[in-house]
T-cell receptor, first 116, second 114 residues
Framework: EDKVVQSPLSLVVHEGDTVTLNCSYEVTNFRSLLWYKQEKKAPTFLFMLTSSGIEKKSGRLSSILDKKELFSILNITATQTGDSAVYLCAVDAGFLGGTSYGKLTFGQGTILTVHP | DGGITQSPKYLFRKEGQNVTLSCEQNLNHDAMYWYRQDPGQGLRLIYYSQIVNDFQKGDIAEGYSVSREKKESFPLTVTSAQKNPTAFYLC?????????????FGPGTRLTVT
């Protein structure tokens, strides 16, 4: 059974702090790992990682994948109150004949709270 | 604007009633998905569809049914057989093909059954 575990489950920081969110996985047929941000409703896409060791970056957010050790981290630098959200990690691990089904297995999420 | 719409935003039903949640997308995506989210848990896959008139069970399909008669639409019916239907339901879609593509999510429907 595919499994994705995120840690910590919740995190409280102050504006300006740097945070690191962790995601480990045990899946067969790994295709990609995705990070989403969820603020009360629809998750919004942050990053997709397919190759080990290549950092994806967008502003203050960055993420990297280690396919050998089966984990990914999401870093947020200089946090702001607007970063408060649930951060979801998901792995796409189902495919047949080279085409992915897009069956995502999600972790439990990390609840990030940023205080002013 | 392209996107995914789900309706209604909130839904209240009595136990024993079937209820259908709507999901429509105008992104021209072939693949569509239904997830359920409970407090303190991640999203769990209910059903997915790669193409019109075809769909597969996800990890927690018991008590749910779907149809895919049109590319744009993927309604989910929560039947009375679902033992614990109160949850937040999210619909998603994505491109289909040999590459890797992200899923786009709708705003969700919060279902409460009493």
């Amino acid at each position: 059974e595919d499994k994705v575990v995120q840690s910590p489950l919740s995190l409280v920081v102050h504006e300006g702090d740097t945070v690191t969110l962790n995601c480990s996985y045990e899946v067969t047929n790994f295709r990609s790992l995705l990070w989403y941000k969820q603020e009360k409703k629809a998750p919004t896409f942050l990053f997709m990682l397919t190759s080990s060791g290549i950092e994806k970056k967008s502003g203050r957010l960055s993420s990297i994948l280690d396919k050998k050790e089966l984990f990914s981290i999401l870093n947020i630098t200089a946090t702001q109150t607007g970063d408060s959200a649930v951060y979801l990690c998901a792995v796409d691990a189902g495919f047949l004949g080279g085409t992915s089904y897009g069956k995502l297995t999600f972790g439990q999420g990390t609840i990030l709270t940023v205080h002013p | 604007d392209g996107g995914i719409t789900q309706s209604p935003k909130y839904l209240f039903r009595k136990e024993g009633q079937n209820v259908t949640l709507s999901c429509e997308q105008n992104l021209n995506h072939d693949a569509m998905y239904w997830y359920r989210q409970d407090p303190g848990q991640g999203l769990r896959l209910i059903y997915y569809s790669q193409i019109v008139n075809d769909f597969q069970k996800g990890d927690i399909a018991e008590g749910y049914s779907v149809s895919r008669e049109k590319k744009e639409s993927f309604p989910l019916t929560v039947t009375s057989a679902q033992k614990n239907p109160t949850a937040f339901y999210l619909c998603a879609s994505r491109q289909q093909g040999a590459g890797v593509y992200e899923q786009y999510f709708g705003p969700g429907t919060r279902l409460t059954v009493t």
